[in-house]
């Protein structure tokens, strides 16, 4: 039988330090972001973080793929595998990141602008499409707070993008569910489809993650077979969190705060499950 989609209220507090571990493993890498520092560095400095905690990296589980990270690097998006070539400051770099503790898992990513002194104009670009994405991240995980189905979810993400100016969407990749596994049922679009989708309740455990383009959404796969980059050379970025819907509210487990911050343009204090 088709396992369901929602968890118990034991299981949604169980996933909550498989969150704030890939919490800790992206703060490392933000921490460890400078000119000159390359992406297979950052890997390592998010494996270390997870491994020191007593988890595993949930990336370095899927099969063909070895690393703890994901880093998309300017018109990549995302899926981007760590390599040896140092960043520049004004880059803009796409660290998606997940780890697996006592059987639970969390999924995060986070885009950065590579500190440093850069063109101010390459740096502008950068933000502004980061800060889109960001945006929209939060516009879908206010929306589970207050909708009844993911399919307003995803109309809420695609209105916040239009809202931030003219970016592309990308369509082939979306949200998922997330528990025991790190990618689950049910698909969380981002962007409007018809359809209402599945109910909104308690025991819903997903991740919010919008990947927006500065230009055409029309992307391309590298010959590694996982790179996904922009077929107009245009910017990419990629922001996603774990969130948890339960009895009295949602949390955002990949978010030290729950999503406090985040939340709190849209009016929302997220309540940790219990």
């Keep these: 039988m088709r396992r369901s989609i929602y968890k118990t209220?034991?299981?949604?507090?169980?996933?909550?330090?498989?969150?704030?571990?890939?919490?800790?493993?992206?703060?490392a890498v933000e921490e460890a972001i400078a000119p000159g520092v390359t992406t297979l560095e950052l890997d390592a400095v998010a494996r270390r973080t997870i491994e020191d905690a007593g988890?595993?990296?949930?990336?370095?589980?899927?099969?063909?793929?070895?690393?703890?990270?994901?880093?998309?690097v300017d018109d990549a998006v995302v899926h981007g595998i760590p390599s040896a070539t140092p960043l520049r400051a004004g880059q803009l770099v796409s660290?998606?990141?997940?780890?697996?503790?006592?059987?639970?898992?969390?999924?995060?990513a986070r885009t950065f602008v590579v500190p440093g002194d850069a063109d101010?104009?390459?740096?502008?670009?950068?933000?502004?499409?980061?800060?889109?994405?960001?945006?929209a991240m939060w516009a879908g995980v206010a929306s589970l707070a207050r909708r009844r189905h993911?399919?307003?979810?995803?109309?809420?993400?695609?209105?916040?993008?239009?809202?931030q100016g003219d970016f592309g969407i990308l369509e082939d990749y979306t949200g998922h569910g997330i528990g025991?596994?790190?990618?689950?049922?049910?698909?969380?679009?981002?962007?409007?489809?018809?359809?209402?989708g599945p109910v909104i309740k308690p025991g819903l455990a997903v991740c919010v993650e919008p990947m927006l383009t500065a230009g055409s959404p029309d992307v391309t796969e590298d010959?590694?077979?996982?790179?996904?980059?922009?077929?107009?050379?245009?910017l990419g970025a990629h922001w996603e969190h774990t969130v948890l819907v339960h009895a009295d509210g949602i949390w955002v487990s990949t978010a030290a705060d729950g999503g406090a911050a985040g939340l709190a343009p849209h009016g929302i204090t997220p309540v940790r499950p219990r």
């Design 150 to 163: 993911l399919g307003e979810v995803g109309a809420d993400i695609e209105a916040e993008v239009e809202e």
């Design 180 to 196: 025991r596994n790190m990618h689950e049922d049910p698909t969380l679009y981002n962007f409007a489809v018809r359809g209402r």
């Design 9 to 27: 209220p034991t299981e949604l507090v169980a996933m909550l330090p498989a969150g704030a571990l890939t919490c800790a493993a992206l703060d």
């Design 223 to 234: 010959d590694d077979g996982w790179t996904v980059r922009t077929r107009d050379g245009s």
């Design 120 to 135: 101010p104009a390459a740096i502008a670009a950068g933000r502004r499409v980061s800060d889109a994405c960001r945006a």
């Design 55 to 72: 988890g595993e990296s949930n990336f370095a589980l899927v099969p063909g793929y070895r690393h703890t990270v994901c880093a998309s």
């Design 95 to 108: 660290i998606d990141a997940g780890a697996q503790l006592d059987g639970w898992n969390g999924d995060s």
